[in-house]
Every structure is written in structure tokens, then in C-alpha cells.
């Protein structure tokens, strides 16, 4: 059995044949049996709701390490960046509600065969969830959600890695809130990450914070905000644990339903970080975020926004670097069952120490990815889409250039 953590192993060629056939009966056995639940929309058990669902998926890329020209150049790297993977992920996700509170647990199993390398990996991802509503005016939410990856995740802290990058994170959340006024609110909240990488272990890190924050209704659904979190970063590596820091964030902060058609949340603030080792400086330096949700009307959807966040790296000699950027999202449904989109976002990365060639490392991404999507059912939909990734680098080895498409087929019940 796979342990969390431990390199993965390969299948013998009869094994995957066999999984994907177990899969793929799976899938058509949703398929029939969504055919029987769709007058409910999903399975009952008393008031436990089950919907059960499979994503199968094919990605191609030309460049799926995401190496640099320099490297394709190298006689010691492999000359076929090219790659057909093949995904499976069926799942399954409880929930049973009740009046004032919400139970939710899931779980998902993805398999990817890698066709070129003749590999193939299983990754587990787990969520569960509590939220309760007292009625007098206590609330209590717990959350939890554990995935393995195979690819960097989109948050900012991995935005510096490329490639097929085999990890796994825990992040757990629990808050605790209690409505004062008609007017104010307040809550406690304490969150914990935890990042292991399979070949990249000094990175590995625990990130635990505690914070709290006060809430101010100006409109019926528009709130102004203050937070304050205090926290710690520890390496689990000894090469990297001089890095560990104490960190202190404050935000002021804007949010809410500002029409029924828009949303946002806009917050603002600082971050002050001291390090273990002396050799890395002491950092003050301003955070922010903005999302903002327009919804006109029920062809069209769009998003917008943007980060300034302060992000871990054990790049050389730097112990951060500066993520600064943004995108947007832009949907049109042009037909009852035919949804158009696209998606950009741009990120500049600043290092604050020069590495040892003297260079201040300084990356810029650019992301553009076109979508269709298919609503075939209301349980079943098909998706194709396109994504360029492109980062320049002044130092050239970061550089890189990829061209991906894929395919999902998507039932959920």
C-alpha cells in the first residue's frame, strides 16, 4: 500500500489495463444509474445527500516539464518533452444538511497514465467540512481538505516551480464567530498548511497561523473589515530550517454584494517577517488582494483579480520572493447548452537577493486559456480547452515555454 509521502510506484502494463477497465465501468455504471436519479438530482438516504461522479480527462503537451531552451539543449535531459496523460477521477462527496447546519465529506481517486513514459500514478484527494449556526448568533466552521498533486497548484507559493513536481498538502481551517450587533461581528481564526515534495524535500514546510478579525455592516450586504494574524513557518529539513520565520499580518478590508449582479472583496494590509538565521534580513513589506464577480445577466459572467503576497522559496540564498500580478475570466453562453471562456492572468516574481552569479532573479508568467463547455445534461459536461504558459527570466535556466490541450468528460449526479 502507498504510504502519504513515499515515492510512488509504477503498475505493471496488466494492472493499468485493468484499472482503467474497472474505471471506465464505473463511469457507464454512473451513467445508467444517473438515468434513474436525475428526477431527484442526486441520491438520498433520509436527509444524506450522495452524489457520486467520474472525470475522465486527456491532456496533451509539448513541453511538459516546462524546461527551458538551455535544457532541451543538454545532452543529459530527455529529448522527448512531448506527453499524452490519460485521467480518471472518480469520487464521491456526502452531505446532509440541515436547517442551520452543514455537514460535507468527499473523497476523489485520480489516476494518470502518462502514455510516453509508460508510467502511471495514483493521487488521493479528501475534504470534510462542518458549519453550524447557532441562533444566538454563534457560528463554529471546520474544514479540512488533503490532495496529492502531480502538478504545481495554483496557489502563489508554488507559482516558482515547473513541471511534473509530485507533492502533497494538507491545509486545515477553524473558525469560531459571534454576531454582536445588528452591525458588528467578530471571529477567531486559526489555519494550518502543511507541503511535502516527493524529490524537492527541502521544501517541506508546516505553516500554522491564528488570527482575528471585526466585522462592520455599512450596507445591507457590503461589510467593512480588520484582520490581524500571527504565525510560524517551519522547515522539516535541517539545510532549510534556518529559513523558519515568524510572521505578523494586519488588513483592512471592503466586501460584499454591491448590486445584485456584483460582488467583490478587496483587502489591503502589510506583513512584517523575521527569520531563525540572521543571514536573511527581516521583511516589512505590502499584501493585498481584489476579486471582483459581474454577473449582467444569465449569458454572460466575468471576474476579475489581483495579489501582492510574500511567498516561500529556498531559492539559493533568498528565503521569499514577491508575487505581484492578476487575471480575469470572461464566459459568454451562447447557446442553451454552449459556454464560451477565457481565462489570462499575468504574475511578476522579485527575489530580493542576488543569486551567486549576481543576478536579482526576476520571473514573469503569463497564462491565456480558452474553453468550451459542453452542459450536456445536467449531470454531464464536456469541456475542451487550451492553455499557452510562458515565463521569461533573467536568469535564463527558468525560462520556459508549454502548449497544452485537454478534454474532460464530467458527470456528477
Request: charged content about 20%; overall charge neutral; proline content about 4%.
Amino acid at each position: 500500500m502507498h504510504s502519504v509521502g513515499q515515492p510512488l510506484q509504477n503498475l505493471p502494463i496488466s494492472a493499468m489495463k485493468k484499472s482503467k477497465l474497472i474505471f471506465l465501468i464505473l463511469f457507464f455504471m454512473i451513467f445508467v444509474g444517473a438515468g434513474a436519479a436525475r428526477a431527484q438530482g442526486n441520491i438520498h438516504l433520509g436527509k444524506l445527500e450522495i452524489h457520486p461522479g467520474v472525470n475522465l480527462g486527456y491532456t496533451y503537451s509539448d513541453n511538459i516539464n516546462q524546461e527551458s531552451d538551455a535544457a532541451k539543449a543538454d545532452p543529459a535531459i530527455d529529448k522527448n518533452p512531448k506527453e499524452s496523460i490519460i485521467e480518471v477521477t472518480p469520487g464521491v462527496e456526502l452531505r446532509f444538511p440541515t436547517t442551520n447546519h452543514m455537514f460535507r465529506l468527499g473523497y476523489n481517486l485520480s489516476i494518470f497514465d502518462f502514455l510516453n513514459r509508460g508510467e502511471t500514478d495514483f493521487k488521493n484527494s479528501a475534504m470534510g467540512s462542518l458549519e453550524f449556526n447557532f441562533p444566538v448568533g454563534l457560528i463554529l466552521r471546520l474544514s479540512d481538505n488533503f490532495a496529492q498533486r502531480v502538478f504545481p497548484a495554483a496557489q502563489p507559493e508554488l507559482q516558482e516551480q515547473s513541471g511534473i513536481v509530485k507533492h502533497w498538502e494538507n491545509n486545515a481551517f477553524a473558525e469560531i464567530g459571534y454576531t454582536l450587533t445588528q452591525r458588528w461581528s467578530v471571529s477567531g481564526r486559526y489555519k494550518n498548511q502543511m507541503l511535502r515534495f516527493e524529490n524537492l524535500s527541502s521544501y517541506d514546510r508546516d505553516v500554522n497561523s491564528g488570527g482575528v478579525a471585526l466585522f462592520m455592516r455599512m450596507m445591507a450586504k457590503v461589510s467593512l473589515f480588520g484582520e490581524a494574524w500571527v504565525g510560524k513557518v517551519g522547515y522539516k529539513e535541517s539545510a532549510s530550517n534556518g529559513q523558519d520565520a515568524t510572521f505578523v499580518q494586519g488588513f483592512l478590508g471592503l466586501g460584499g454584494r454591491i448590486s445584485p449582479k456584483t460582488n467583490f472583496t478587496l483587502r489591503a494590509g502589510f506583513e512584517h517577517r523575521g527569520y531563525k538565521d540572521s543571514a536573511y534580513p527581516t521583511t516589512n513589506q505590502p499584501v493585498a488582494s481584489l476579486v471582483l464577480e459581474e454577473k449582467p445577466n444569465t449569458h454572460f459572467s466575468c471576474s476579475v483579480y489581483g495579489s501582492r503576497s510574500v511567498n516561500e522559496t529556498v531559492y539559493e540564498n533568498n528565503s521569499s520572493y514577491i508575487s505581484t500580478g492578476g487575471g480575469a475570466n470572461v464566459t459568454f453562453l451562447t447557446l442553451r447548452m454552449l459556454a464560451v471562456g477565457a481565462d489570462v492572468s499575468y504574475f511578476l516574481l522579485q527575489y530580493e537577493k542576488a543569486n551567486l552569479q549576481g543576478d536579482k532573479r526576476t520571473d514573469k508568467i503569463l497564462e491565456i486559456s480558452p474553453n468550451f463547455k459542453v452542459d450536456i445534461t445536467r449531470w454531464l459536461r464536456a469541456q475542451v480547452g487550451y492553455t499557452l504558459s510562458n515565463r521569461s527570466s533573467n536568469v535564463t535556466d527558468y525560462e520556459y515555454k508549454e502548449n497544452r490541450i485537454r478534454a474532460s468528460l464530467n458527470a456528477v449526479l
